[in-house]
């Protein structure tokens, strides 16, 4: 404990997105974690009370625990600066950077980072331009198995994995209906890992890569927050080179994006051992099931005393 | 195996150490995305169209407070205490009046209270039915019954229904095509009286028809019957219980007629039926909960409660109205079902329409609803949806209706932008009986 021991936390957890239920647990780990250091902790599902609440409360830090729009995509960290609270995690135009998968993509690849060949297309591309010639360009461009995604969202919502070119179709509509864009992703075949980062005022660490293993073989929403459904390696079961590797992408993106605090970089690594940057996440799921709090467990620390470290790190930097 | 295996890089792990422990009949039990779209629905910003939430607002809270208040004071040690698995006698002598109302005679030794009916719905089901073995439902059928019958492994086999209910001609090729099949049809399971989710009712004629096609065969039925005394316009025909007394359990409920939050519902059924259901309950709960009967029975004994569901009579007739109005001016081309009771309305859409795929737009324009597989155990109703107009008053619906329509709109504005790469965006279509279709409504303005 010292002077940036927050006293009281704020945990903002909910919102209106796709994700609102697994926001809702994770917030609830976080403030179970936080309370166990002696924290006071309240949990929050933000709604028009909030800017009132957050006045007449004045906690020493706020923690957005929401995934999806709102939460990851800059607006509710750009209005905490505007007041002047401390938080955790990313501000606003990085997390806006990041959240928007094709823009995080292109960012990092500028900076000689190795992602999968992609295209965004918003839903309008197949109106104007006709959805046969469309569906015909990408799979002459992309051939092979694709990954098929809406540009912003998480938890795998709306993804589809599409091996015939006669599926792309029915995997667009699935995508657009999450959000009007859509990334069309070559598909890398290989092992799927996931590297945490974590930054508590000296510079991010990346922790040692997890290695995603869904029995169904796709690490869809159901793989992700059904306990079982999912086997994580920890260590992920690579050579150390790679393994080092993929760690180096991880703080490169992270740092690239202008990332802070926390953040998951999810990386496949193909045959030949070259990890392929996927996406970074702002706010990573912090679930019973989610790979940060596994990650840190495996490297030794204490869940809640990292989460702290985290809240202190935003009260000094506010204080900078 | 262990929480935390060693491998040779590290440890592994699949967070739950007892995954490969679990019973088969558990494989259902999971979290899913869909469910996870729900959570949005408990936002005040979202107009919920899905749950089948009673308007408990309707209840004057005096007449519960003045209840509960009697119980402590003149009952209170009893009340708080362990209680019959049977139920009191005094809450089972009132339940005798309430089913009096739709025609059915009994004796309050055949009166089982339980922990809502759903409790009961699981008791009997756990009673009859050996894995494999053959439930008779209508299609499509209560959520939640499908839920428990898959938890004891039952075959669920749908039966047709259209706007007067289960059809019998249907029911008859049914279990013929069971027999024929080997199969062992055990029971019957049917919501007559305002259906869930269809919002049909089972004319007379049919009650009778049915009834003799399953003493004809051995099958018994088991009549679930939450609704029956939320009528609008004119009362439904009697129950099937009050035709038949040996071959029907009837199941009852306060959760629609008094309030879900005390959790009690009962069971009539035939004298042996009714000892093993006793015992039943007695090793799931011990007894139903003693406090929550005593305040039902005070209630009732003090209470103008005939008065009281005369008030939600009128509240859900007018939300109903709402409903059907407002699908009337902005879907006039779909289909729906015109409920002369209950909580419900079923809603026919185009068929290249998936209901259930459609729910992460509906998320994005702040509207819930139940898509129609929920209420099959066959993944049939991918292009329909329940739409309950229990809850929210009639302003809140007619904003629902109108965020639906743009759903649907969206959509279908979607599908048609893939329309020319073919009939693979909304996967297998399914062929909809004309059965599952429901004449359009009148004008209901």
């Known amino acids: ?83 002047n609270v401390p938080f955790v995690g990313s501000r606003a135009a990085a997390s806006r950077l990041a ?47 694709v990954v098929v995604k809406p540009a912003q969202g998480g938890s795998a919502q709306g993804v589809t994995i599409v091996d015939d070119p006669e599926d792309l179709a029915s995997a667009m509509v699935h995508a657009y209906r999450y959000w009007d864009v859509a990334l069309v992703e070559q598909k890398i075949v290989g092992t799927e890992i996931s590297v945490c980062v974590i930054d508590t005022g000296d510079g991010p660490v990346a922790l040692a890569p997890v290695e995603i293993e869904p ?35 991880a703080i490169a993106a992270h740092s690239t994006l202008g990332l802070r605090h926390i953040s998951r970089v999810d990386i496949m690594v193909d045959g030949a051992g070259t990890p392929f940057f996927l996406e970074a996440s702002v706010m990573p799921g912090l679930t019973e099931t989610s790979l940060f709090p596994r990650a840190l467990e495996v490297a030794g620390h204490d869940v809640g005393w990292a989460y702290l470290a985290l809240c202190q790190a935003a009260v000094r930097e506010s204080r900078a | 195996m262990a929480p935390h295996e060693s491998t040779s890089g590290g440890s592994s792990t699949r967070f739950d150490p007892w995954y490969d422990h679990y019973a088969h009949r558990t494989a259902g039990l999971s979290a899913s995305e869909v469910r996870a779209l729900f959570a949005v ?32 004071r003149d009952s209170g040690p009893t009340a708080l205490q362990y209680g019959s698995g049977q139920g009191t006698p005094e809450l089972r002598e009132r339940i005798l009046e309430i089913m009096a109302l739709e025609g059915i005679r009994g004796s309050v030794d055949d009166v089982v209270v339980t922990t809502g009916s759903q409790q009961a719905l699981d008791l009997v089901t756990k009673l009859f039915i050996d894995p494999g073995d053959v439930i008779l439902a209508e299609a499509p059928s209560y959520v939640g019954a499908i839920g428990v019958f898959r938890s004891y492994q039952a075959e669920v086999a749908h039966v047709l229904m259209d706007e007067d209910g289960l059809i019998p001609q249907a029911l008859r090729e049914a279990i013929e095509r069971l027999k024929a099949a080997g199969k062992r049809i055990k029971f019957l399971y049917t919501i007559p009286t305002f259906h869930n989710p269809a919002g049909v009712t089972l004319t007379w004629e049919r009650r009778l028809e049915i009834l003799e096609i399953c003493r004809a065969n051995d099958i018994l039925v088991l009549e679930d019957n939450p609704y029956g005394l939320l009528y609008f316009d004119t009362p439904p025909p009697h129950a099937m219980r009050s035709i038949e007394e040996d071959g029907v359990i009837y199941l009852g409920s306060f959760s629609k007629t008094f309030a879900p939050g005390f959790r009690v519902g009962w069971a009539l059924a035939p004298h042996a039926i009714r000892e093993k259901l006793i015992l039943a309950n007695e090793s799931a709960t011990l007894c139903p909960s003693s406090f929550s009967q005593f305040a039902i029975t005070e209630y009732l004994a003090t209470s103008d409660w005939k008065g009281q569901i005369d008030a939600f009579r009128g509240v859900y007739r007018s939300r109903r109205d709402a409903m059907l109005s407002s699908l009337q001016e902005h879907l006039p081309e779909m289909e729906w079902t015109v409920p002369n009771g209950g909580f419900y309305v079923w809603l026919q859409l185009p068929p290249t329409l998936d209901s259930k795929e459609m729910l992460p737009r509906a998320v994005k324009e702040l509207v819930a609803y139940t898509p129609g597989t929920a209420f099959y155990a066959d993944g049939g109703g991918r292009n329909m949806m329940r739409l309950s107009f229990c809850y929210p008053n009639e302003e809140t619906i007619r904003t629902g209706i109108r965020r639906l329509t743009s759903v649907i709109n969206g959509e279908l504005e979607l599908l048609n932008t893939f329309a020319s790469s073919g009939p693979v965006v909304t996967g297998q279509i399914p062929v909809i009986s004309p059965a599952h279709v429901t004449s359009p409504p009148p004008n209901t303005n």
């Open chain 1, 1 to 83: 404990m010292d002077e940036f021991t927050p006293r009281t936390v704020l945990i903002l957890a909910g919102g209106i997105s796709h994700e609102r239920d697994v926001s809702l647990r994770s917030g609830r780990r976080i403030a179970d974690s936080l309370r166990a250091q002696g924290i006071s902790v309240e949990l929050r599902d933000p709604d028009a009370t909030l800017f009132a609440y957050l006045e007449a409360s004045q906690p020493d830090v706020v923690w957005p625990a929401l995934h999806g729009a709102g939460g990851e995509d800059g607006s509710l960290r750009g209005l905490l600066d505007f007041v």
């Open chain 1, 99 to 145: 959240w928007d998968k094709p823009t995080a993509k292109a960012l990092v690849d500028r900076a000689g980072v190795t992602t999968p060949r992609a295209i965004a297309l918003s839903r309008d591309t197949f109106r104007d331009l006709g959805a046969v010639n469309v569906l015909d360009r990408i799979s002459a461009e992309l051939s092979g198995p």
């Open chain 1, 215 to 249: 029995i169904s073989g796709f690490y869809s929403f159901e793989a992700r927050y059904n306990a079982g459904e999912t086997r994580f390696y920890t260590p992920a079961r690579v050579s150390d080179e790679v393994a080092a590797r993929a760690s180096e992408m």
């Open chain 2, 41 to 72: 629905a408990s936002r005040p910003e979202v107009v919920s169209l899905a749950g089948g939430m009673p308007y408990v607002s309707a209840l004057p809270p005096e007449l519960v407070t003045s209840s509960l208040e009697r119980v402590m």
